[in-house]
């Protein structure tokens, strides 16, 4: 499977406590995305890469939010503190510069006791 | 309210008849484009139109673009049950050098379910 590959699929995790969500994106994009989706919206922008550099954060991706991709490849979310509010799909999605055609992956459902 | 709303909110429909759904945006933008969710997976591209063009066609499906209204529409031909899907449309807004900002901004998006 060479598409986007989000790890774990489910996450569940008690108030307070850190997660980590991994992406692995297509091998050859060189931006990746991070978005967030809650239940009958539509996807909003968090961040996003070019290579390894981190472009743009939105104002969503509060202090306790951070995001990597070391040697622009995969990359990583995590979330510090869980809140309840944190509950979401969080999506990843990658693409070429030259184009604008995002490649999404399948999504980590976080839920936050 | 959001950059990029759809309507209508829900479209229910008999297989086989047309399923149309419009967008409406804000900005200056490089291209707008749609894409599909399946219930609580990811999104699949389904067709981009840039700016300079008004109507784009992939298969059953066919786009239109109003950048003088600020809108688009979806026109799905002779659904299938397999369509019943969330369709969002997403713009990629144009900064002030023109180039575009890289990230998409999406709608609230519609929900079609396609009756068989």
């Known amino acids: 499977d060479t598409g986007v590959s989000q790890d774990p699929r489910h996450k569940i995790t008690k108030r307070g406590q850190n997660v980590t969500f991994r992406c692995d994106p297509i091998?050859?994009?060189?931006?990746l995305y991070w978005y967030r989706q809650t239940l009958g919206q539509g996807p909003e922008f968090l961040t996003y890469?070019?290579?390894?550099?981190?472009?743009?954060k939105s104002r969503l991706l509060s202090d306790r939010f951070s995001a990597e991709r070391p040697k622009g490849s995969f990359s990583t979310l995590e979330i510090q503190r869980t809140e309840q509010g944190d509950s979401a799909m969080y999506l990843c999605?990658?693409?070429?510069?030259?184009?604008?055609?995002?490649?999404f992956g399948a999504g980590t459902r976080l839920s936050v006791l | 309210s959001q950059q990029g709303e759809e309507d209508p909110q829900a479209l229910s429909i008999q297989e086989g008849e047309n399923a149309t759904m419009n967008c409406s945006y804000k900005?200056?933008?490089?291209?707008l484009q749609w894409y599909r969710q399946n219930s609580g997976r990811g999104l699949v591209h389904l067709i981009l139109?840039?700016?300079?063009?008004r109507e784009k066609h992939s298969g059953r499906l066919r786009v239109t673009l109003d950048t003088s209204k600020k809108s688009s529409s979806l026109l799905i031909t002779a659904s299938r049950a397999a369509d019943t899907a969330s369709y969002f449309c997403?713009?990629?807004?144009?900064?002030?050098?023109?180039?575009?900002?890289?990230?998409?901004?999406f709608g609230q998006g519609t929900i079609l379910t396609v009756h068989p």
């Open positions: 999605a990658s693409s070429l510069v030259a184009k604008n055609i995002q490649y």
């Open positions: 091998s050859e994009h060189n931006r």
């Open positions: 890469f070019q290579n390894e550099a981190q472009l743009e």
């Open positions: 900005t200056s933008i490089n291209n």
């Open positions: 139109i840039r700016s300079n063009e």
């Open positions: 997403a713009t990629d807004a144009r900064n002030a050098g023109g180039t575009s900002y890289g990230k998409l901004t």
